[in-house]
């Protein structure tokens, strides 16, 4: 995701099965899959699933060579539609960690075929500026295409790419709030601002520059092909946040030897501490970076607690979807918990919304679909913490979008530093056992010595797709149970 790191190169729109140009030994045949080894931790507060126990990598992976935070919504025209950053994609550069001077750029672009192996990937149009001030940061996040008209939301990230404490290198450690959804008319041609902005944002948080978010960084639950599986015609967000009562806070790192992120630094005492660059002491936000400077300052340092790709609870809202509603909070439902029969409560009162579902500090990026073959809903959970180092997905099921949820398949170390984790409604078989899992992968190599590998075969920093099948008790599809020895990532140069 976020980085000052070299970019991906687009080698051409279609993509065709095979193994990767630069790896020749990568599986692609059904034949040759193997199980992600499952082993939840001890204090996982979700109950296991008894039908899904597993997934199952088939070796079948795409070769695509663009950017990343690619979150596809399928449009009634049949293709998906998707914002990206980060990478060149159809031969056009884009970053959402820009500077002030030139904003903040997120791409938007149509993924058109029906094979997963062998989309054409082109820009819809320019990547649109915006502006994140008192942030440093703006990233694409829930993006819907309903009726022709496409919703495109950004969130905010603070205080630096690149910020170290305590000698320890974190990417944007703080996550912001969601400033408000772009709109479409024209399916990625045009597109009309929002008039609500990073200080005054569609949801009421946070309380205080740098304060932690409920609604974070929101995704649309993808209900397929024009929303279609909606239960009430509503379109769902799943947010990921935390509390700022919280019980144990994640603690600060020093540098660890190389090829480690470190160990606790249990004489932290180090508060935040942020000076205007040079750009915007000169600039004309100067006076609202200095007024939430002076907000943070002096307090303590959160350690990424809540970031880009950290959590520790997560939040769910709704709404009719139209250009008239999906920037006014007025319009939005809260859940806020089940009563005593065990059914949903909702709310249009903000101030009342409560976690769906929590893990203290195992949380992070959220996103779910709908799988009509299976009458459930898959959500997939990234805990990134530390931020620059090998990351853990895990895959939860439910019967319905308010829960339970219960665990399916826990998968230490994917990518192994695998964010943004989705499994695209398009391509899912009628049973719902098999399907592509989207994400991006291993941006940060060499950060404080971490050292990266790409596991499973075909990862990278950008698109990728992997078929894999959820399997039920005794349905292992291979006799090893651990997953294919991982490639060793190349290291990435800042550009």
């Not at 193997?34 to 039908?51: A, G, H, L």
């Not at 590998?453 to 099948?469: A, D, F, Q, T």
Request: net charge neutral; glycine share 10%; aromatic share 12%.
């Amino acid at each position: 995701m976020r980085r000052l790191l070299s970019l991906c190169l687009m080698h051409g729109f279609v993509i065709a099965a095979g193994a990767a140009a630069d790896d020749p030994t990568t599986k692609t045949k059904a034949t040759n899959g193997f199980m992600w080894q499952s082993v939840v931790p001890d204090d996982c507060p979700f109950e296991r699933s008894k039908t899904l126990t597993g997934i199952f990598f088939t070796g079948r992976h795409s070769d695509y060579h663009c950017g990343d935070t690619i979150y596809p919504s399928w449009a009634s025209d049949g293709n998906l539609y998707s914002p990206w950053t980060d990478g060149i994609t159809d031969g056009v550069k884009c970053t959402a960690g820009g500077s002030l001077a030139n904003g903040f750029r997120t791409g938007h672009a149509v993924l058109a075929g029906d094979d997963p192996l062998k989309l054409e990937i082109r820009n819809t149009s320019p990547p649109k500026r915006a502006f994140a001030a008192p942030y440093r940061g703006r990233y694409p996040c829930g993006s819907l295409v309903h009726d022709g008209i496409w919703y495109y939301g950004t969130y905010c990230l603070g205080p630096g790419a690149e910020f170290t404490h305590e000698g320890f290198m974190w990417n944007f450690p703080n996550l912001g709030p969601m400033p408000g959804f772009h709109i479409s008319r024209d399916l990625g041609k045009t597109w009309q601002a929002p008039l609500t902005s990073p200080e005054k944002p569609l949801f009421p948080e946070p309380r205080e520059y740098l304060g932690p978010v409920k609604m974070g960084a929101p995704h649309f639950v993808d209900f397929g092909k024009n929303m279609q599986h909606s239960p009430d015609g509503n379109a769902y967000l799943l947010g990921m946040g935390a509390e700022a009562s919280d019980p144990q806070p994640r603690p600060c790192l020093k540098p660890g030897p190389k090829g480690t992120a470190g160990g606790e630094n249990g004489a932290c005492a180090a508060p935040v501490r942020l000076d205007l660059r040079k750009e915007e002491a000169a600039g004309p936000l100067k006076e609202v970076f200095e007024r939430a400077f002076q907000q943070a300052n002096g307090r303590p340092f959160a350690h990424g607690n809540l970031s880009w790709i950290t959590a520790d609870q997560v939040y769910l809202a709704r709404v009719k979807p139209s250009p008239e509603t999906i920037n006014q909070l007025a319009a939005y439902e809260f859940f806020a918990g089940h009563d005593g029969n065990g059914k949903p409560v909702w709310t249009t009162d903000f101030a009342k919304i409560k976690p769906l579902i929590e893990w203290n500090n195992h949380m992070g990026c959220v996103t779910a679909t709908y799988v009509p073959g299976l009458k459930k809903y898959l959500m997939c959970v990234t805990d990134g913490w530390p931020t620059v180092a090998k990351m853990t997905s895990y895959i939860l099921e439910a019967d319905q979008i308010t829960g339970p949820w219960r665990m399916a398949a826990y998968m230490k170390d994917f990518g192994e530093q695998a964010y943004f984790l989705n499994f695209p409604s398009k391509f899912i078989s009628d049973d719902g056992k098999t399907l592509w899992l989207c994400y991006s992968a291993n941006f940060s190599p060499g950060w404080n010595g971490v050292d990266l590998k790409i596991n499973p075969p075909g990862g990278r920093y950008g698109l990728c797709l992997h078929e894999v099948k959820l399997t039920g008790p005794g349905e292992n599809q291979a006799p090893a149970d651990n997953p294919a020895p991982p490639q060793h990532q190349p290291t990435h140069q800042a550009p």
